[in-house]
């Protein structure tokens, strides 16, 4: 493998932090140059990386040119990314986007066609796809345990976006209030709201559950709190050809669940024709039961596999081996996920039933 020169582009979502850190961890990659219209927002990670002054920046354009990446990691606010990755794509680098994907499907379609002339790949973290529990259900559903595939239930939410930074700082109650009138999570115009920051991840692992089915028609509804003009809790159902699925989301649960697993669960239990798997967030097994093993039997979980345990060490992989991106970080995957989200956006804005939009 060779060294790659990796780039952090924004610093709008905390998980900048933590994808820096993988950078920073690997033993073929380093970090070459950051950028942020706002130095204040980089100097946590100036710090934690030791990243020198020439490699600071508050141009992007200046950024890429003078530390030439290979790859660019872009964490800027969901309703830039498709300029961001336009600019980006000038510069003909990979490009790591962490998720969501976009602020809508026309904005995810820009940012593919951005990428096609290119020849440099893009791929779309989702955090939960690196989760032990959700890809040994995936491996379960794709042996046949449970028969056909026919429902997906989803629940992902945590306190809030601002009670936590990069590697999982706590934020006091009091700052995140005092945070919340300007930061861009509360800015609808910005994408902001648990429905755009969590129905992603439902609706992008269930759809590599579902082997890539979109579903017919889509209905959501979204809790309107005084004040505050995003939501904070949505629930979404999605109507497939053969089957229902739910997927809820929320700002405001109890704890984080990656500190103490919240009520309900913040996870995925799948349903098929033959039985069926819960899989929740940070659990070392996964539960089975079966039409012909009833009892509920639990399941240790997969380790993952060398080359895919953290997207920085699957993005530099798929580079070094000419391989396509795949599964959850697929940009065709994900834009058929985007097509839910957008779907759920305007039927909660409408409140009505939808056809999923094209």
Request: proline residues 5%; aromatic residues 8%; contains cysteine.
């Amino acid at each position: 493998m060779a060294g790659f020169r990796v780039c952090g582009i924004s610093f709008d979502h905390m998980h900048m932090g933590d994808l820096l850190r993988m950078v920073h961890e690997h033993p073929n990659a380093e970090i070459v140059g950051i950028y942020d219209k706002s130095p204040e927002k980089m100097a946590q990670a100036i710090a934690d990386f030791a990243i020198p002054d020439d490699a600071v920046f508050t141009d992007l354009d200046a950024c890429v040119a003078q530390s030439k990446p290979d790859l660019a990691i872009l964490c800027a606010a969901t309703a830039e990314h498709a300029d961001h990755v336009e600019a980006l794509a000038k510069h003909k680098v990979h490009i790591h986007v962490e998720k969501p994907f976009a602020a809508s499907t026309a904005d995810a379609r820009r940012m593919m066609a951005a990428m096609a002339p290119t020849g440099k790949l893009m791929s779309i973290n989702w955090p939960l796809a690196w989760y032990p529990s959700h890809n040994t259900c995936k491996r379960l559903i794709e042996e046949g345990y449970i028969g056909d595939l026919i429902e997906v239930h989803y629940y992902g939410g945590n306190r809030g976006p601002l009670f936590h930074l990069a590697d999982k700082v706590v934020v006091s109650a009091e700052e995140v209030e005092q945070q919340k009138p300007d930061s861009w999570w509360y800015k609808k115009a910005s994408g902001g709201g648990s429905l755009l920051d969590y129905l992603g991840y439902g609706a992008t692992l269930g759809t590599w559950f579902m082997a890539g089915r979109a579903p017919l028609e889509v209905t959501c509804v979204v809790d309107q709190t005084p004040g505050i003009e995003v939501d904070q809790h949505s629930i979404t159902i999605c109507r497939y050809e053969q089957g229902l699925s739910k997927m809820e989301t929320r700002w405001g649960t109890l704890t984080d669940p990656w500190v103490t697993q919240t009520q309900p669960q913040c996870g995925f239990v799948v349903v098929g024709t033959g039985g069926t798997v819960s899989s929740y967030d940070y659990d070392d097994f996964v539960t089975l039961q079966t039409r012909a093993e009833p009892e509920q039997r639990k399941i240790s979980v997969d380790a993952l596999k060398a080359g895919r345990t953290n997207p920085i060490e699957y993005m530099l992989n798929c580079i070094d081996n000419g391989a396509p991106i795949e599964g959850p970080l697929s940009p065709d995957l994900c834009l058929t996920a985007q097509r839910i989200v957008d779907t759920a956006y305007l039927s909660a804005q409408q409140k009505k039933t939808l056809a999923l939009i094209s």
